[in-house]
């Protein structure tokens, strides 16, 4: 369906998003780049995600078969800015700009779409870039907020959500909503996720015309982590961090640059700086007893795994991310539809990337990529 809004429901565009949202630590300042490494933040092994997700860190439920799982993760990065303020501009509540309610958008709109994957004859349902950005602007608004010392007054609801009707999914913002700052702490912060990704669901439900078992059965498994981690009981704040860069609300067409940046911090910089992080990392990636007959299973993925130039795949996790490197090094080895390559990557192994993302953030390494600037 196209993108059509239902007239009589506009409200404004705000101000440019702010590319970060700083914890609530007014001690700390944030980078604000510039010359040189960022000064070091603060590091505290938070154990909340983990404990929270259980063992593997994911929800059951597996799309296409994917039954492989990632560690739990939790985050250490504590920043903040003393200029920075409450975010009013994702709240409003009487504009011109075009939006439509969400459910409105969402019955317009395919946000979970079916694939057929190339090289095979299967088909997997993954989430529309549009669904991906309006989940990460949804979870930047309650963490510009939170940065501040606010929560949300009240649960958060679907009506409370508009979205723009312009093509690419334009703006998202917040109508009949307030923020307090009284009560505020990490209750009050998990109660904000935990309304979100009940928001969410009923958002992809409106879009998908299904209930509740028909689209969670959909999901693919690293945005069914995703929602975990905002229902999860012992989220910390530092968590944060993971939640507005996670791996599971990139756009398609970035995730080949993405998976580069973390694969050269896995395998270079850990490499030759902490030879025991990256061996930590490597053991709790998905897919260690599979992944190579999942990639001569699949005839275009093949092609990079028969014509290897220098030592053949091994059943190593090494070589799992060696050879999705060097797939997405070189995507039109093979034809010219690059991007279809990175979706069959994403199809055959959901949880990878987002499984380095959560395992450099066990780490204290994710705060220390550009991870941020890879969503736009």
């Known amino acids: ?20 949202y700083p914890y609530y630590q007014p001690q ?6 510039g010359g040189g490494d960022p000064p070091p933040a603060p590091r505290r092994h938070q154990q909340g995600l983990a404990a929270a997700a259980g063992p593997h860190g994911l929800a059951s439920d597996p799309n296409i078969g994917h039954q492989q799982r990632s560690n739990g993760v939790p985050n250490s990065r504590v920043v903040a800015t003393s200029q920075y303020q409450s975010n009013t501009e994702d709240i409003d509540e009487s504009s011109a700009e075009g939006l439509c309610s969400a459910k409105s958008y969402a019955k317009a709109n395919q946000l ?18 549009n669904a991906t950005r309006i989940s990460r602007k949804l979870v930047l608004i309650l963490r510009s907020h939170h940065a501040v010392g606010k929560h949300l007054a009240a649960p958060l609801q679907v009506s409370n959500v508009w979205i723009g009707a312009a093509a690419g999914g334009g703006s998202v913002k917040l109508r009949g909503v307030s923020f307090t700052a009284k009560g505020f702490g990490v209750d009050r912060v998990r109660d904000d996720y935990r309304h979100l990704s009940r928001v969410l669901l009923a958002i992809l439900r409106a879009s998908a015309g299904g209930g509740h078992a028909a689209v969670a059965s959909r999901l693919p498994p690293d945005y069914r982590d995703f929602l ?11 968590d944060e961090f993971l939640i507005v860069n996670n791996a599971a609300l990139l756009p398609m067409k970035n995730r080949t640059e993405a998976f580069l940046m973390l694969h050269d911090r896995i395998v270079k910089h850990l ?20 992944w190579l007959e999942t990639a001569r299973a699949n005839a275009t993925i093949n092609q990079w795994v028969v014509n290897v130039q220098h ?8 070589d799992q991310l060696r050879l999705n490197r060097n797939v997405r090094s070189h995507l039109h080895e093979y034809g010219d539809d690059g991007g279809r390559v990175e ?24 705060e220390d990529t550009d991870i941020e600037n890879k969503f736009g």
């Open 1 to 20: 369906m196209g993108n059509t809004c239902f007239r009589g429901e506009d409200e404004e565009e705000g101000g440019q998003r702010r590319e970060r």
């Open 28 to 33: 700390y300042h944030s980078y604000s780049g």
């Open 112 to 129: 979970l779409i079916q694939v057929s994957v190339l090289g095979t004859t299967k088909k997997f349902w993954r989430l529309s870039d």
């Open 228 to 238: 975990a981690l905002l229902g999860s009981d012992t989220l910390s704040m530092d």
């Open 271 to 290: 490499g030759r700086t902490d030879r025991a992080k990256k061996k930590r990392i490597l053991a709790g990636l998905p897919y260690e007893d599979d």
């Open 311 to 318: 030592h053949e795949y091994r059943r190593t996790q090494s």
């Open 343 to 366: 979706e069959a990557l994403y199809c055959e192994w959901p949880e990878l990337l987002m499984a380095m993302v959560k395992l450099l953030h066990l780490e204290g390494e994710l």
